[in-house]
């Protein structure tokens, strides 16, 4: 069987507060939506603006960073997988789907008092939410004699 790829990379803003729920089990579960646009020229050469929603889940601790730092407004980079959920509506007995991105990696590019812009930010895929301080890049940063090639 060939090789698939499910991978989702998006960089927008929430649309609304997220909505957080618990599971028996007492895991977070992350509700929200991300809004992405594109600008475009129409046919009579103006510009023009689309925006695409996107529906994602989060879990465990992903899910509790956005509890605790994303809000309305946020921008965030998003790495993910699209994932199709069915279930049978009880109002209507008919069968549900849901496409929605589960969410593996989360960027906050806004800062913790800010909706947009750039800032300070967090990554969900380390739990270490604090930036590195000024001392730990200068000496991940600093040249030797050994790095000149000459």
């Known amino acids: 069987m060939a090789r698939s790829v499910n991978k989702v990379i998006l960089?927008?803003?929430?649309?609304?507060e997220p909505e957080i729920k618990f599971a028996s089990n007492g895991n977070a579960i992350a509700n929200f939506s991300l809004a992405t646009s594109e600008r475009f020229k129409d046919k009579s050469g103006e510009w023009q603006e689309r925006t695409?929603?996107?529906s994602l889940v989060a879990y465990q601790r992903t899910a509790e960073i956005i509890r605790d730092y994303v809000k309305k407004g946020s921008k965030l980079?998003?790495?993910?997988?699209?994932?199709?959920?069915?279930?049978?509506?009880?109002?209507?007995?008919q069968k549900r789907y849901k496409t929605?991105?589960?969410?593996?990696?989360?960027?906050?590019?806004?800062?913790r008092d800010e909706t947009s812009g750039g800032g300070s930010?967090?990554?969900s895929n380390n739990y270490d939410q604090r930036p590195a301080?000024?001392?730990?890049l200068v000496q991940s940063t600093e040249i030797t004699d050994d790095d000149i090639p000459f």
Do not use: C, F, P
């Open 77 to 93: 980079y998003v790495e993910g997988r699209i994932q199709t959920r069915s279930w049978d509506d009880q109002a209507s007995g």
């Open 11 to 16: 960089v927008g803003n929430v649309g609304k």
């Open 52 to 54: 695409e929603w996107h």
């Open 121 to 123: 930010y967090a990554r």
């Open 100 to 111: 929605e991105i589960v969410v593996n990696d989360l960027v906050l590019l806004s800062g």
């Open 133 to 136: 301080s000024s001392d730990d």
